[in-house]
Structures are given as C-alpha cells and as structure tokens.
C-alpha cells in the first residue's frame, strides 16, 4: 500500500511504495550517474568528489548518495569518506567495514546456533464425525 512521504532529495511529499526518493528525484539521479560514469571513463585515475562536482556540476550529496548505493565506489589506499558505524575506521562504500561485518555475522550465527529450539506445536486430536466412532479390539487395536 503506497503511503505519503517527503522526498528525501527535494523534500516534496509523495507517494511511496517503499522508496524514499520521489521520482523526479530518481530519474534526474540516474541522468547524473551517467554524467558522472562517462567523466570517470574520460578521466581515469585520481580523481575526488570536490574535483567531479567541480567539472560536472553535480551536487556533493548526489554522489554521496551514489556511493552509499553501491552505484559507485572509491578505491583509496588510506580509506574513503565513509566510517564505520562502529569502530569508526575509513571505509569506501556501504556503513560498517569487512571487520565488523564478520564479527556481526559470527555474532547472529552463534545466538542463532545457541537459540532454544522454538516449542514443538501441540497437535490436535483428529476430530471424528457425528457417525464414527472409537473402539479398541482386545489385544488393544484401534478398528
């Protein structure tokens, strides 16, 4: 069910089926990563953030953006832009780096290992109908 938020580029309220971007937003986005792609391919090598929006125009936050969506990355021997969430070491892409990644993972996997096993579910005896009827044989034998 599509709900009405604010943009979260152009602050405009919207429908939205999930996304946080309008779609305005989202089509002007997909024109600047193009730009910014073919002026990657035109400009191999060290290039920054500062020097793309300079030449291209694009806002800083547009390629931020883009990077965040793992649409672009960085690749620098020191770190990138982004820290880590948690131990707060420079990172080049996503919100938590390779370590704390694994650590988290290791975390989950072992509280989902030492986790009690969820209760067996009672069943319910099988109801008979109005004309059937249980008898024992015997030697104790259902018939």
């Known amino acids: 069910m599509a709900t009405i938020i604010q943009c979260k580029f152009c602050n405009m309220p919207f429908q939205s089926l999930g996304g946080k971007l309008c779609n305005n937003c989202l089509d002007q986005i997909d024109l600047d990563f193009t730009v910014i792609r073919d002026y990657l391919y035109e400009h191999p090598g060290a290039v920054n953030i500062d020097r793309i929006c300079e030449d291209t125009g694009i806002k800083k936050r547009v390629i931020l953006y883009l990077i965040d969506e793992k649409r672009l990355t960085i690749s620098t021997p020191e770190g990138g832009v982004f820290t880590c969430n948690i131990c707060h070491k420079p990172i080049n892409e996503g919100n938590m ?29 099988a109801m008979l109908s ?3 009827r249980m008898h024992l044989n015997k030697d104790g034998k259902k018939q």
Do not use: M, R, V, Y
């Open 97 to 125: 780096c390779d370590d704390c990644k694994n650590s988290l993972s290791q975390t989950l996997g072992a509280a989902i290992i030492n986790s009690p096993a969820p209760a067996a579910e009672k069943k319910k005896p």
């Open 130 to 132: 109005k004309n059937e």
